[in-house]
């Protein structure tokens, strides 16, 4: 299949460890891993990326043993590009549910594990110092992240966050780059755009950060409501405020309705750990016979297969007649039952390549609707 440009008619994204063709999907590979694939089975997919976290990272195992092992590349055998996540919406998620395990500051995010008497700083230019050291190929700037449904007060307070550690990062990024010297692609640094549900403060993030300066751009926040509904109006107004030559990715987008809604509005990459979630418990994606037209794309096109009922068990079909990733084409829905009502490692395996394989076709498929 032909690479269709991005919104901005730009192919690729040169990076360290190649060259990336949006649009893509990203799986999570939180801890230097997607649980139960390797590597290969990855590339078989068509994964070009996985994204990384620097805020567990440097928990466990620890920047000492990563640096020690030559990077996240050397250390988890994933020799495409990696793409890390700096940890904003990780202190988001842990430190504002409970106030007892750390504080956001201007200076950076503190934060101590339950399980740990250690406490950790991460500040703008620490979360880029790691990056670098890690190998990463595009780092994300530390970022203040809030809910939509927070108080005007606190949104405000986060896009002022947001833009004064993006600058910080900004500077680091380069002053740590131009001390190496290398004639290939170098590391990207993306910075990422809060400003919750309000337009005012969307446009306040976006232009400031634009103005500093960076290689690419996120939408920040949790990208649903209350209701678990995306937040499509927010999300194609940022988008329309970052011009259309720089990539953006939708940052937690990852249930294919919400990726194909996102895609229409012009992002170009997609990370979140829900497809291989839902394929370790059981909910494994298809493609429907008659496929909708574009604009349809998101209401219909694919249904769930739950692998656990029992109406599966002497199916001889594979999960999808559409799929041809390597689980469909060997084995029957039957089988996977069987192997995830034993609760055997391998479901998890061939399930999980299922459904990012799927992430894969449906992106092309919605990319070849749009270049029609
Ligand atoms: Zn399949």
Same mark, same amino acid.
Not at 138 to 144: A, M
């Given at each position: 299949m032909s690479v269709p440009p991005m919104r901005s008619g730009k192919r690729f994204i040169d990076v360290p460890s190649g060259r990336l063709e949006p649009p893509f999907f990203m799986p999570d590979a939180t801890f230097g891993f997607v649980r139960s694939v390797e590597p290969d089975d990855l590339v078989r997919c068509g994964i070009q990326a996985v994204v990384m976290n620097v805020f567990h990272l440097m928990q466990h195992p620890g920047s000492s043993v990563i640096r020690a092992l030559g990077g996240l590349?050397?250390?988890s055998g994933w020799g495409l590009p990696i793409v890390t996540d700096s940890g904003g919406f990780q202190a988001y998620s842990l430190i504002r549910r409970d106030l007892d395990l750390g504080s956001i500051t201007s200076r950076g995010i503190s934060y101590r594990p339950n399980s740990s008497s250690r406490r950790f700083l991460l500040t703008p230019e620490k979360s880029i110092q790691l990056q670098l050291s890690y190998g990463s190929d @595009?780092?994300?700037?530390?970022?203040?992240c809030t809910h939509v449904s927070e108080s005007m007060h606190s949104q405000r307070e986060s896009v002022e966050r947001? @833009? =004064?550690? %993006? =600058?910080r990062c900004r500077t680091e990024f380069t002053k740590i780059l131009q001390r190496r010297k290398s004639d290939g692609p170098k590391p990207l640094l993306y910075a990422v755009v809060q400003g919750g549900g309000s337009r005012q403060l969307r446009r306040l993030c976006a232009e400031s950060l634009? =103005?500093?300066g960076f290689d690419g751009y996120a939408y920040g926040g949790y990208p649903l409501d209350d209701r678990g509904e995306l937040l499509t109006d927010m999300l194609g107004y940022t988008r329309e405020l970052v011009p259309d030559e720089?990539?953006?990715i939708a940052l937690g987008v990852g249930s294919p309705s919400n990726v194909a809604k996102c895609l229409a509005i012009g992002y170009d990459m997609f990370d979140s750990s829900l497809p291989t979630r839902? %394929? $370790?418990q059981g909910r494994l994606y298809a493609f429907d016979d008659n496929l909708p037209s574009a604009d349809e794309w998101g209401k219909s096109g694919y249904h769930y297969v739950y692998i656990r009922d029992e109406k599966h068990i002497k199916n001889k079909e594979p999960i999808s007649p559409h799929c041809d990733c390597p689980t469909?084409? $060997?084995y029957k829905l039957a089988y996977l039952h069987h192997l995830f009502k034993r609760k055997d490692l391998l479901y998890s395996r061939l399930a999980t390549i299922?459904?990012?394989r799927f992430m894969k076709l449906l992106i092309d498929r919605l990319q070849a609707d749009v270049d029609e």
């Open positions: 590349h050397s250390f @595009i780092l994300v700037c530390l970022d203040d947001t @833009i =004064e550690w %993006a =600058e634009i =103005e500093i720089y990539p953006m839902d %394929a $370790r469909c084409s $060997r299922h459904n990012l």
